[in-house]
């Protein structure tokens, strides 16, 4: 991530509203959590943090994948991993799906305006 400063890594895993974290989570039976530096917004849940300070705070940003399997963990490993290659804005088709998914959550979509097909 440190190669990539500008590159929204994060927000490709959580997705709209936590959507795609939980897809992949949901799909794969394993858990994915987001932790180190900046993983959580800074005054949100200050004092939760004050009661139970996260030792990863101090640590480079990084994702941990826990799984029950050696197949789940393999699975959730991957979904992951092919977020963390950057993609040209322009061309990053996952970026645009959740673009899309926060536009029809927020009620703003217009369907007319996407192929019902190929959704561009």
């Given at each position: 991530?440190?190669?990539?400063?500008?590159y929204n890594f994060i927000g490709?895993?959580?997705?709209?509203?936590?959507?795609?974290?939980?897809?992949?989570?949901?799909?794969?039976?394993?858990?994915?959590?987001?932790?180190?530096?900046?993983?959580?917004?800074?005054?949100?849940?200050?004092?939760?943090?004050?009661?139970?300070?996260?030792?990863?705070?101090?640590?480079d940003l990084h994702v941990f994948?826990?799984?029950?399997?050696?197949?789940?963990?393999?699975?959730?490993?991957?979904?992951?991993?092919?977020?963390?290659?950057?993609?040209?804005?322009?061309?990053?088709?996952?970026?645009?799906?959740?673009?899309?998914?926060?536009?029809?959550?927020?009620?703003?979509?217009?369907?007319?305006?996407?192929?019902?097909?190929?959704?561009?």
């Amino acid at each position: 991530m440190k190669e990539y400063p500008g590159y929204n890594f994060i927000g490709l895993i959580i997705g709209p509203r936590g959507n795609t974290q939980k897809r992949m989570e949901k799909e794969t039976v394993a858990k994915i959590v987001i932790r180190g530096k900046g993983s959580v917004k800074e005054g949100r849940l200050q004092q939760n943090r004050d009661i139970n300070p996260d030792p990863s705070k101090n640590e480079d940003l990084h994702v941990f994948v826990e799984a029950e399997t050696q197949d789940a963990l393999d699975k959730i490993v991957g979904m992951v991993e092919k977020l963390l290659h950057p993609v040209v804005e322009g061309l990053n088709e996952h970026k645009r799906q959740q673009l899309r998914e926060l536009a029809a959550l927020k009620g703003t979509i217009k369907e007319d305006e996407f192929c019902s097909l190929c959704g561009k």
